[in-house]
């Protein structure tokens, strides 16, 4: 489940799995590939059906779901990134958003799995898995072009930025909008159109990631589950079950075991 002891990347490898994922978005770079059997994945507004030899990118902050095609179990890949460290990589202060969504390349794809087999050995060195990872994302940069900065509506970027932090505490949409400078369905509205999702959304996805930070610690779901703004611990293992199909305790679990390894 988790790329060892790298800090900055997590991997996941799933077989035949027939697990469906609710629409979501991630703060991190999600590069992801099938192995066997094929994917029908949405990004926005887009729909794709994904097989073998392609990788999937997403960006931070995009919408997006990535589930087996009826009947047909699919074997798959997926690695989260953090942004700084990918930016590093990039030569830049921030991250550079991927313009290609899509990457059709058999022998990229080949690295990519012979990569996640690396991360996800148990009894592999830290430095194996930085040398190989480092590897697999340099030839990925060579393949790929950046999106162009696009100017940030101070806006907006106030309102995700409000919406990420005290998570334990309810955001009134009234104190949000009038933060960001307008009215509440002005925000909804313009909020939707430059992230693709409502606020509510967001923060849900937000409480869902500071989730997955806070199991790794080792801390008390009970504890996570406050922590992050959910009503009691039902309701937060509803939520996350959902977002990524595996409970809490199991998530903490196989990350745990993963690092004691």
């Not at 799933?14 to 609710?22: G, L």
Request: glycine share 6%; aromatic share 10%; proline share 5%.
């Amino acid at each position: 489940m988790q790329a060892g002891t790298l800090p900055f990347a997590e991997a996941r490898f799933a077989t035949r799995s027939f697990e469906h994922f609710k629409s979501h978005l991630h703060q991190r770079l999600s590069i992801g590939a099938v192995l066997e059997g094929e994917v029908e994945f949405t990004l926005g507004e887009k729909a794709f059906t994904l097989q073998s030899g392609t990788l999937a990118l997403i960006n931070p902050h995009v919408l997006h779901a990535c589930n087996p095609s009826p009947s047909k179990p699919r074997t798959y890949g997926m690695l989260y990134l953090d942004t700084a460290w990918c930016a590093s990589l990039q030569g830049r202060e921030v991250f550079a958003p991927f313009q290609t969504s899509l990457l059709e390349d058999a022998s990229l794809v080949a690295h990519y799995f012979d990569t996640l087999t690396t991360l996800l050995d148990p009894k592999g060195f830290r430095m194996e898995k930085e040398e190989k990872l480092t590897e697999f994302f340099g030839a990925l940069l060579e393949r790929v072009r950046f999106l162009p900065a696009m100017p940030s509506t101070p806006c907006i970027a106030r309102a995700q930025e409000m919406l990420t932090c005290n998570l334990e505490e309810e955001l009134p949409l009234e104190t949000l909008a009038h933060a960001a400078g307008g009215s509440v369905y002005g925000l909804i509205r313009a909020f939707k159109a430059s992230v693709g999702v409502t606020p509510h959304a967001f923060r849900l996805n937000c409480r869902i990631e500071a989730a997955r930070r806070y199991l790794q610690q080792g801390r008390v779901i009970a504890e996570v589950a406050q922590m992050c703004g959910f009503y009691d611990q039902s309701h937060f293992h509803h939520h996350f079950k959902a977002f990524t199909t595996q409970t809490p305790k199991a998530y903490q679990r196989n990350f745990l075991q993963d690092l004691k390894a």
